[in-house]
């Protein structure tokens, strides 16, 4: 199992609406979203939104929430894999690409336990999803894949971000239906009847964090 996976299993994030923030910040300008960003995909729009947690004893830094809202603008019934969310549900970009250090490491075989109904995200027509994550913000990552130009190809690698310095960066994410591990056949067999998976890549809005501190080690 991957570093990545690890994480991704102690994350726990709470909603919030607009752009990041620091504790007693002034909200940042909005940033500017690339042509692919923003918009819904076969009837699927991925909003995120973020902001830094309080930072607690022992910690080192504050650490990053970020919220990520499906909204199915449909009339029917949106089934989306969340059995394997960390390889599905991604980073899409990190900039200015200056301000962190891009390295690349190799991926580790993922052994998870068997899917349960809880593992299919069901998004009712004309309604919303929401999922919510923490983790460290000074180090971000893409498993299987790898970022150019804001758009991931896949990748049999992990691309690894670490922040640098302090300042504003831009974010922006991913869910693709395809990648690593997106072919269970075991998740399928607990689909209703008729019922397939939403299929394709949605890339959210972006959003802006103002890292004032690099967390400690």
């Not at 200056?98 to 998004?123: F, G, M, N, Y």
């Amino acid at each position: 199992m991957s570093h990545f996976v690890v994480r991704c299993s102690l994350l726990v994030i709470t909603l919030m609406a607009g752009t990041a923030l620091t504790q007693g910040a002034p909200a940042p300008k909005k940033p500017k979203a690339l042509p692919h960003e923003g918009k819904a995909v076969n009837g699927l729009r991925l909003e995120v939104a973020a902001k830094f947690v309080p930072e607690e004893e022992g910690w080192g830094a504050p650490k990053l929430e970020t919220s990520f809202t499906f909204h199915n603008e449909t009339d029917q019934e949106i089934v989306l894999d969340g059995y394997s969310i960390a390889f599905r549900l991604i980073l899409s970009r990190l900039s200015p690409p200056d301000t962190v250090e891009t390295t690349s490491a190799q991926t580790k075989p993922w052994c998870p336990p068997a899917p349960k109904q809880s593992h299919l995200i069901r998004v009712p027509a004309r309604q919303k999803h929401v999922i919510t994550k923490r983790q460290w913000y000074d180090t971000l990552e893409i498993p299987f894949g790898k970022s150019q130009e804001g758009k991931v190809s896949d990748a049999d690698t992990v691309q690894l971000f670490k922040i640098k310095q302090t300042g504003k960066l831009a974010l922006a994410f991913l869910y693709r239906s395809d990648g690593a591990y997106s072919d269970s056949v075991e998740l399928a067999k607990l689909l209703k009847p008729g019922e397939k998976f939403w299929t394709g890549r949605v890339y959210s809005n972006p959003v802006i964090i103002n890292v004032l501190k690099l967390r400690q080690r």
